[in-house]
């Protein structure tokens, strides 16, 4: 692998110093570039693009690219790991991910295997080697995966939902069953980073986007308990260098405490909560990732840059913060207000550090 | 008016000594009880519903009468406001709201008039006299409206929506259009619930429903600061009692302190915190109420009552706490599920009083 030209976002993770703050966007490489919506289409579908390492890399690229981010993130989706374990997943045109069978019985739980990554997710592992020689180390290379809890949830529901019926029915009537299927996700997804890391991403993401439909007890005991397995089975070090461990909940700003706790080096925060706040509260264990609104793009440059520096200011002076949004960037945004808010963090950023 | 016979769930509201928790439902007319679907099939609709006080008094019984709950709510619908403003309003089979020429100027914004609630919103202040005739003291009679942001969402959206993208970029481009619009419903919603209270209910509930998709500053600058104008016209008396306020913003857990410093009488909790600190929180201000996940009566009645018992030890001794769900309960949950749940609060809660 290539030596690492900008590193400051693996060295804001672990709150080393930097020059200024370090800037990427979730989902960066999505609908909103006219580039993506190009490759897409040449894939084929959604999932074919996941599953074509050299499509893959060629997104994953494109905001280093034209945005000049500071990170890439692999491209792929969540919900790879229940397909590797077995399930049907399927994509419908407009419509969200179906599992047309979906987990709801202890005998469905016991007949999931933990996959090996190498074999069914190697596509996976060959995007990770493919966008790796593509970088040439301008940028370190982010992993992921949804957490436990955000997989079972699309897993038992069968894709999307409004009320949760079957999960949290699941979960309150049958938590045994539930706690089964957490556990094996949780040693599949610990195996499936590991794996990532051992091909070559530097830093990786638990993605709980449904952890905050949860009560504060609930979270911890199907959630969080779950990420922090997962944390404590893999490999930190890479390389000669530390892999920083992002976990991010989606309506977590409750227990933030909690999540810090978990092991994890970067929190990442949804758009709810200012900043200063959440560092007042963890900001002396953890670095923290966002958050702004990713509605602001919908907003004028000026006003984008105002926010940009709003964020900044509160979160002060030192190491220790990714400016990225609380959330995914939504298809809709301009693509001249993504390059503004990201230039934004890049000029406005330099007078916190040093 | 009647002599009010049960009046627990005002006194728990005001802090003041009771024999047991009160408890009723967010959304306890709805379509989870038959009776209510055979009232609505012969309303012709769900707006027609809301608009013949005899059926609207009819639904508005059906939990009193059935499940046994401590309080009415007025049956309506928080999109009745804008609607009296003169926007048109469908509500399409199987479809969410709809406004078909949504809010989108300052032109528009100074159109609107700020309804007289006995003109425009008769139909529903005959409901309210009409309940309380069917009532005859038996419980208090709640009433309700939208906060002015939650409403305003709607009415730019021109429906339900995913991101949110008009509205915040109204709030983010052009935050004096979105001000006018928001002080316009502040006024017209205090004139409702003052026309509400007028004719006969006993206390209000204000419904926040999409305060929780802004930052810190942007729920305290677009949605509390509205709310507490509402409050600050409100009249607090009437017919010799104290009408309470509760203020419920759905994701507000982060925001705690500054919703019980609106003035209100009532915080209500939506489910992704425990009572017992958010009693720690603010209870010596004001009294809470919730917050059981509504997804938790998909569960069995043991397990219901079991999570029952959790959340009132965890509330502990003393008046202050109105037992509800954390939010609205959801159409395909058993009936006999609901009454489980009323009733474990009614028999379990006697412990914690006197």
């Not at 006219?34 to 074919?48: D, M, S, V, W």
């Not at 944390?231 to 976990?247: C, D, T």
């Not at 002396?284 to 840059?305: F, S, T």
Request: aromatic content about 8%.
């Amino acid at each position: 692998m290539n030596e690492l030209k900008n590193d400051r976002f693996l060295r804001a993770c672990l709150r080393q110093e930097v020059d200024r703050t370090p800037v990427w966007m979730m989902r960066q490489a999505g609908r909103y570039l006219p580039e993506y919506r190009t490759t897409r289409q040449r894939a084929g579908g959604f999932l074919k693009l996941c599953k074509t390492p050299e499509l893959a890399c060629e997104v994953t690229l494109q905001p280093v690219d034209i945005l000049g981010v500071d990170a890439a993130i692999l491209f792929s989706d969540i919900l790879v790991v229940p397909e590797a374990m077995g399930m049907e997943l399927t994509f419908g045109a407009g419509e969200g991910p179906k599992f047309p069978q979906p987990v709801s019985s202890r005998a469905d739980v016991d007949a999931l295997p933990v996959p090996d990554p190498e074999a069914e997710l190697g596509y996976v592992m060959q995007a990770v080697e493919t966008i790796q020689r593509g970088l040439a180390g301008r940028v370190p290379l982010i992993g992921f995966s949804g957490s436990p809890w955000t997989l079972a949830t699309y897993m038992v529901e069968g894709g999307g939902s409004k009320n949760y019926a079957k999960i949290k029915g699941m979960a309150y009537n049958e938590p045994a069953v539930m706690h089964a299927l957490l556990e094996k996700l949780a040693d599949a997804v610990a195996a499936y980073l590991n794996a990532q890391i051992a091909h070559g991403v530097q830093a990786v993401q638990i993605f709980d986007t449904w952890g905050g439909i949860l009560s504060t007890r609930d979270y911890k005991e199907f959630s969080l308990q779950y990420m922090q397995r997962i944390i404590e089975q893999l490999n930190r070090e890479s390389r000669g260098r530390r892999v920083p461990v992002i976990l991010y909940t989606k309506g977590g700003m409750g227990w933030l405490e909690a999540i810090a706790d978990s092991g994890c080096d970067v929190v990442g925060l949804d758009w709810t909560i200012d900043i200063d706040m959440a560092r007042q509260r963890i900001g002396h264990k953890v670095a923290l990732q966002g958050n702004m609104d990713p509605a602001m793009l919908y907003a004028r440059p000026e006003r984008i840059r105002q926010e940009v520096k709003d964020i900044l200011a509160r979160f002060g002076h030192g190491s220790g913060h990714v400016f990225n949004l609380g959330h995914g960037i939504t298809p809709d945004v301009p693509v001249e207000h993504a390059k503004a808010f990201i230039t934004a963090v890049q000029q406005e950023s330099c007078r916190y550090h040093g």
